[in-house]
């Protein structure tokens, strides 16, 4: 057991990936075989960043070195610097790696019978595991190269996923669009790099972070980096192509490129708190990812409250929930550097942004799932085309509800424990900032509350006289996100005190990091 | 499909063009190359079997389940040596003193020794044999597209 | 190579990736578009080749190194890595573009434009 944790940073990344090339082999040869082999395998992959968390948590953070002959020798003998791929996983890339897991699960097992009816089934399950190597290589690396690279991987199967289903013209848009909108993202990052390797001569994140100057050219790298991760995360003035990509994908992809969303979010915070630190000129950046963050939570719903389309609509909910996320680490990032303030609300403000994560990677991918859902029913995503579907699908219906009051932040639900962490942190910092959250939150209630009576109540109409519940493995990949939702709220003490504060405290402490590469500094 | 004169030298020419193809997948850890430049190398020559026969010709001698079972297997070796490592740490360069490419390379400037650099040559192999089956699929795939054929599945 | 000021790589890679987003911002067709990422992917490589190079530098592939520098190797196997992504990154984008004019019959970013708002 002990063995298999040392080696699990690796084995999470390399058990999809080689999964990922058995899938075509074994699908020749028959079907139930290769989707148990899916399932299996990611079922394996959650038990191991479970294993690896506990550890983690306990032990603080484990690095793993390739190919060298001991996975802690970060340092080869005789060089001064690392020079292997180094895996760095820490309390903020294991709680990303839970919510990666849990979700790549649950859409995998929703994809079974989603797109059951699909041609190119085995290369669907190559991409879909591709991305999931993908993903958990962005969340685990130390090394800035190795970022870009899975970056890549993550993007070109999401969006190879997003055209998949090629009958329709709006899934080669959405595709297009994503792949142009991944390409650019990722040559700025490639530049970014390139900038601090010509001053650093090197890669490693935590080498990096011990010697930057802050220099002219390191806040242009700075500034690349965080326009490049804050594109691909759908922030608001960049975020045009985020609902026509997210809409149109097969509902299980657009649940895991929500969560690539959040990863690309990851990758931003990892480059502020880790990569530039206490360097940085943390106020400045800070109040960018604030006024932005804000932005996009009240553009985003908005925006939401006028679409007709269900995925669409889901969508800019997404950037509006995301603007969350920013606001409340951007709060943190602000005030770093300031003991005091961090202390009495800066790591609280933290707290909130990241458990805002993970409440929204559990109700957003089940939303998204639902309205996969009835476009698997009814053959449509328009809302006005829909009614009177609770009399049908009343699975789907309760999922939808359990989403619906937890987006909103309906009090006893797991949406609310972390809004009121966010609201009463950021309420210190500056007012304003609770207060759009509120209105945000009211007109969050108010559109889902609109949807689902355009979708569910009413009379049962004739068209869809037919339609039946959803297959049983759509509904289990529901209740395998309801389930999470359901227990943060029954423990939310327990799940904040196992993953959340770990995670900000591993983006607060930057010497950290950088000792764990770099072995105690004299 | 081009003129007779251009398919003959076509013909000819392709051995050439997978023999350079392959020498530079089996140099790549002594001269510059590797697995995605020779598989590239390569490729270049079935596009030009592309461009002097047609796509559909093309399409008869190569089977599509070929080329996926040729990908899936060159990543699958190089993913099971990275494996096979792992009772140290994955990547492990265990081929090193061993006699298939385990020699300590040679002290100076010179060719080179071919057995050398442990697992580097089997995995150039490996991610040649992917590029090859990958890109002439992708270049196969897209001449199909252009003649206006559906792909099969 | 002396003849070569060090600096004029920089100033083409710059060149490359001012006239990629000119081409990428402004021009409606998405083939050109395409190019124009294809481009910028040329100026960003060229641009991390510039960085490992050093004048007079020998080839880092010597086990026993001659006197003088050495032309860096990292950048170059960054480049490589690079070289290899965007080969996939245009292959995709090529097959989505052929695909979006088969439905739309055209390649006029205005004109095949399904989605809007």
Redesign the interface.
């Given at each position: 057991m002990a063995t298999l944790i040392t080696h699990s940073p690796i084995l999470i990344i390399a058990i999809p990936l080689v999964t990922a090339f058995l899938t075509p082999l074994i699908g020749m040869a028959n079907r139930k075989v290769r989707d148990a082999l899916v399932i299996v395998s990611l079922a394996f992959v959650v038990v191991l960043v479970f294993a690896l968390a506990r550890d983690v948590v306990i032990n603080g953070i484990r690095v793993y070195t390739l190919g060298a002959t001991s996975p802690d020798l970060t340092i080869p003998t005789g060089f001064m610097v690392p020079v292997r791929i180094i895996l760095e996983v820490d309390g903020m890339s294991i709680f990303m790696g839970i919510i990666w897991s849990i979700v790549s699960l649950a859409a995998a097992i929703f994809s079974l019978s989603h797109i059951a009816s699909e041609t190119g089934q085995n290369r669907f399950y190559t991409l879909l595991l591709l991305m999931v190597a993908g993903g958990f290589g962005m969340m685990f690396t130390g090394d800035l190269f190795n970022l870009f690279v899975f970056l890549e991987i993550a993007s070109i199967s999401g969006a190879a996923l997003i055209a998949f289903r090629i009958k329709f013209a709006d899934t080669q848009e959405g595709g297009f669009k994503y792949i142009v909108i991944s390409a650019i993202a990722s040559l700025m990052v490639l530049f970014a790099i390139g900038l601090l390797y010509a001053q650093y001569n090197l890669l490693n994140i935590g080498a990096i972070a011990q010697v930057i100057q802050y220099t002219t050219l390191d806040k242009i790298a700075l500034a690349l980096l965080l326009i490049a991760f804050t594109m691909k995360a759908g922030m608001v003035p960049l975020h045009l192509w985020f609902p026509d990509a997210y809409s149109v994908a097969p509902a299980s992809i657009t649940g895991m490129l929500v969560i690539t969303s959040h990863a690309c979010m990851y990758a931003a915070f990892r480059v502020c708190f880790t990569l530039y630190g206490s360097m940085l000129d943390a106020p400045v950046a800070g109040w960018i990812l604030i006024v932005f963050g804000l932005l996009s939570m009240f553009i985003g719903v908005t925006m939401a409250v006028f679409q007709k389309d269900v995925m669409r609509f889901m969508s800019y909910h997404a950037i509006s929930q995301l603007g969350y996320m920013w606001v409340g680490v951007g709060v943190g990032l602000a005030v770093l550097g300031n003991a005091e303030f961090i202390a009495a609300y800066g790591r609280d403000a933290m707290s909130g942004g990241i458990f805002h994560i993970l409440n929204h990677a559990m109700y957003k991918p089940l939303l998204f799932f639902t309205g996969g859902a009835l476009f698997h029913c009814t053959g449509t995503r328009d809302l006005t085309k829909m009614g009177g579907l609770a009399h049908k699908m009343k699975w789907t219906t309760i999922l939808y509800i359990i989403g619906t009051l937890s987006i909103s932040g309906i009090p006893p639900l797991n949406g609310f424990s972390s809004k009121i962490l966010i609201y009463e942190s950021v309420y210190q910092f500056h007012p304003i900032l609770t207060i759009t959250g509120i209105i945000t939150s009211i007109l969050t209630l108010a559109s889902f509350t609109k949807a689902f009576h355009s979708a569910f109540m009413g009379a049962e109409l004739p068209e869809y006289k037919e339609v039946k519940e959803v297959p049983r493995s759509m509904v289990i990949a529901m209740v395998i996100l309801a389930a999470g939702i359901v227990f943060i709220t029954l423990f939310p003490s327990l799940v904040v005190d196992w993953t959340i504060h770990p995670a900000a405290d591993a983006l607060i402490d930057q010497e950290a990091y950088i000792t764990a590469v770099m072995g105690a500094i004299p | 499909m081009l003129s007779k004169i251009v398919r003959t030298v076509a013909n000819q020419l392709i051995l050439f063009i997978l023999t350079f193809g392959l020498y530079i997948i089996a140099h790549g850890h002594?001269?510059?190359g590797g697995g995605?430049q020779g598989g590239?190398v390569v490729v270049s020559g079935v596009v030009m079997l592309l461009v002097a026969f047609n796509s559909q010709e093309l399409k008869k001698s190569l089977r599509e389940?070929l080329l996926?079972?040729m990908?899936?297997?060159g990543?699958?070796i190089f993913?099971?040596l990275?494996?096979v490592?792992?009772g140290?740490?994955?990547?492990?360069?265990i081929l090193v003193g061993s006699p298939v490419f385990g020699r300590i390379?040679?002290?100076?400037?010179g060719p080179g020794d071919f057995w050398t650099a442990g697992y580097i040559p089997p995995m150039n192999f490996a991610v040649g044999l992917k590029v090859i089956a990958g890109?002439t699929a992708?270049v196969l795939?897209?001449a199909l597209?252009?003649s206006g054929e559906e792909v099969e599945? | 190579m002396e003849y070569i000021p060090l600096n004029f790589p920089f100033l083409a890679a710059a060149l490359l990736a001012g006239i990629s987003f000119y081409i990428i911002i402004f021009r409606k067709n998405l083939i050109k578009l395409i190019m124009g990422v294809g481009m910028m992917s040329s100026g960003v490589n060229l641009f991390l080749v510039a960085l490992g190079y050093r004048a007079g530098g020998n080839v880092p592939i010597y086990t026993d190194v001659p006197e003088g520098p050495m032309v860096l190797s990292v950048p170059q196997a960054l480049t490589l890595t690079s070289i290899v992504i965007n080969v996939a990154v245009l292959a995709l984008m090529l097959s989505m573009v052929i695909n979006v004019y088969r439905h739309t019959g055209s390649l006029d970013s205005e004109k095949s434009r399904k989605m809007k708002g």
């Open positions: - | 002594l001269t510059p995605f590239a389940r996926t079972i990908e899936s297997t990543a699958l993913a099971i990275g494996f490592g792992i140290t740490t994955f990547f492990y360069n390379p040679p002290s100076g400037a890109l992708v795939a897209l597209f252009a599945e | -």
